[in-house]
């Protein structure tokens, strides 16, 4: 292997290529999605400095922002203790990084009624309805 990518040599993909991918708000650290990264999708985010993942649905490589604007600026990047899980520090250009037109991907909350019956609650607003980020 190139000396220039033996740094991928402690990345586990999986069986299908794919490593899980958490980006997370360099300045908030608050969660904002979660995706997933093939070697190419990783190998462009380390030179572009902005977020590229595997679009497991479209089984292409997905520019995050491509469409909407809401590009990923990326900060840093961190392997876990495994080497199976990557952490992406991002500035979240338009602070909308889910499709539903929300800061986060993670805007439902498991709460806890006296029913004893839990139910998934909208915990976060729509920043910009998806009808005008997406054409």
Not at 24 to 30: A, C, E, T
Not at 63 to 88: F, N, T
């Amino acid at each position: 292997m190139n000396r220039s990518l033996a740094w991928l040599d402690d990345v586990k993909f999986d069986a299908n290529g794919l490593i899980p991918v958490i980006a997370q708000d360099h300045i908030s650290h608050k969660i904002l999605m979660v995706a997933w990264m093939n070697q190419e999708s990783l190998q462009e985010t380390v030179h572009s400095q902005r977020a590229v993942y595997w679009s497991r649905s479209r089984q292409r490589l997905w520019r995050k922002g491509e469409e909407s604007g809401h590009i990923q600026h990326v900060h840093d990047i961190y392997l876990d203790c495994d080497g199976d899980v990557i952490l992406l520090m991002i500035d979240q250009v338009g602070h909308i990084a889910c499709h539903t037109g929300r800061e986060s991907c993670f805007f439902r909350q498991l709460q806890h009624s006296t029913s004893d019956t839990p139910t998934w609650e909208t915990v976060a607003p729509v920043l910009k309805d998806p009808e005008h980020i997406y054409r």
